[in-house]
């Protein structure tokens, strides 16, 4: 009995499941892609104002333009430190971004806290209303608010940088959003052992809301951080300035000290990259958590 010659095997087919698992890697892929060439481009700008910052002034619009200073210049940051009383304005703008985002924080949850976890008559009309104030730009309610803070004698000083811009609708609505979320059971059981509205929030509502705060913090302290307008309407004298409205002393109306100017953006970015980078995870866990991370 003669063996029957081996016969080949026929070819494996890609089955469904491969095939599209294959073509979502290709997709991820692109978007990685995609989103290293986006990410690439957005810190084009930092890089070039960095770059600036260590030239000499007739190297800065050479053409073609340079990224690699040569020589580096790092007088210039000695310079700006010494051109304009840097470090009164580093102060005063440290004091009143941590002043208004402390404020702004305990304000908002406490006003959050009881739109999301209390019954009471009219609070969706009432938080309705409340963020109707969102569609009212800065701009309109400035000059109000200058009357107001001129009338009670806050002009050039502190309070008039802080308590304006301590109070945020949109804050307030962010936090609701997280509030939302976590389950009514931990109130009941609260209120049960004795716990009142005020206690709640602080010993649970508060200790289970560090992403949304710690998302809520970045995003007050940088907008205080960088405000430009209201500093600059509000404040006389050179000791009341902060750091945006310094830095402006070094574009005059026929040239601008360019070099000095990007040194100094510079100096005064690395407090937001520090809080950005000690608070980032969580950051990205409350805009998740929070309903506003596009889902």
Known sequence: MTASPPTSAPPKRLSAPDARGGGQNRRYLLLHVALILGSAAMLLPFAWMLSTSLKLPKDIF??????????????????TWRAIPFGRFYLNSLFVAVSVTVIQIVTASLGAFAFARLRFWGREPLFLAYLITLMIPFQVTMIPNFIIVRYLGW????????LPTAFSAFAVFL??????????????AARMDGAGSFRIWWQIIMPLSGPVLAALTIFVFLGSWNDFLWPLVITASEEMRTIPVGLAAFQGQFKTEWHLLMAGSVIALLPVLLVYIFAQKRFVEGITLSGMGGR
């Open 155 to 162: 002009y050039d000083t502190f309070l008039a940088l802080i």
């Open 62 to 79: 050479t053409y073609p333009p340079t990224w690699i200073p040569d020589p580096v210049v790092w007088q210039n940051y000695a310079e």
């Open 175 to 188: 936090l609701r959003q997280y509030f939302l979320g976590l389950p009514m059971d931990l109130d009941e």
